[in-house]
């Protein structure tokens, strides 16, 4: 299949990649955990682990078998597959493997894997890992397709959005298993419990709309980012496809187009 693109990642950033291509013809499959962490599940092709089906803006993805995943594709559906190790890639030789994971970190991809290979935001570098990195850092560069060398260094702050940056993002208070009280689309106070760790409440600490929660009974560690506020209160916006992935989707693209054409000449 020349136009098969593997995306490793099917959170909201990769979805918004994957929208993207799939739109402009290409044949997508997307590999995650068993148990994906996803916050933004209601833009998130992730979600389809849980349910079997998601459907963003139009675009049906559905967990897939790995013996399904060419009867998905004739479908034109997306196929998510419980796949961490990508195992698919070898499987199925696609045109080109973009790393979406956003780990921060390569934990595995080779620019060997494909013909086009991506990486998404820090931790590849451009020319020695993967053909192109796609630059994930709120601001002038986002979204940038870069050839030679690396991402802008994570810095362990989030983007702002409304002035705000850390205060938005709700972490787990301690390690155990999370359970919302709040939902995504609800609108919460400064002070409000979203839910619980265990015993322990987790506290929104600015007001705005809850863009994103992690699923229930989900176990998590220590800090990990378990819920999202929004301060900008536009609940539609929880149902889209952010202005973030929008941009990497189109740098993804870029890059695939690029290396096409410049290996024909």
Do not use: W
């Amino acid at each position: 299949m020349k136009q098969l693109v593997i995306i490793k990642g099917a959170g909201d950033l990769a979805t918004g990649i994957a929208h993207r291509l799939f739109r402009s013809g290409f044949s997508i499959v997307m590999t995650e955990i068993a148990q994906p962490t996803v916050v933004r599940s209601t833009v998130a092709f992730a979600e389809s682990i849980f349910s079997g089906k998601m459907i963003v803006e139009e675009v049906v993805a559905v967990k897939t078998e790995m013996a399904e995943i060419l009867s998905a594709l004739c479908q034109r559906k997306i196929a998510v597959v419980v796949d961490p190790q990508g195992i698919v890639v070898n499987k199925l030789k696609p045109l080109a493997v973009v790393d979406a994971i956003v780990a921060k970190k390569n934990i595995g991809t080779q620019i060997s894997d494909a013909p086009i290979v991506i990486g998404v935001g820090p931790g590849f570098t451009a020319g020695h890992d993967v053909h192109a990195v796609i630059e994930s850092m709120r601001g002038h560069y986002l979204g940038r397709v870069i050839t030679t060398g690396q991402a802008i260094a994570n810095t362990g702050v989030p983007g702002e959005i409304a002035g705000h940056t850390t205060k938005r993002i709700l972490r787990a208070p301690c390690a155990g298993i999370f359970s919302a009280v709040a939902r995504i689309g609800d609108e919460v106070l400064a002070g409000d419990i979203v839910g619980y760790v265990n015993q322990q409440p987790v506290i929104a600490q600015i007001t705005g709309i809850l863009r994103g929660v992690l699923h229930d009974q989900l176990a998590v560690s220590f800090g990990m980012k378990i819920g999202d506020i929004d301060p900008r209160c536009m609940r539609e916006h929880c149902f889209s496809i952010s202005d973030k992935a929008r941009a990497i989707g189109g740098g993804v693209l870029e890059a695939i187009l690029f290396h096409q054409n410049h290996s024909q000449e």
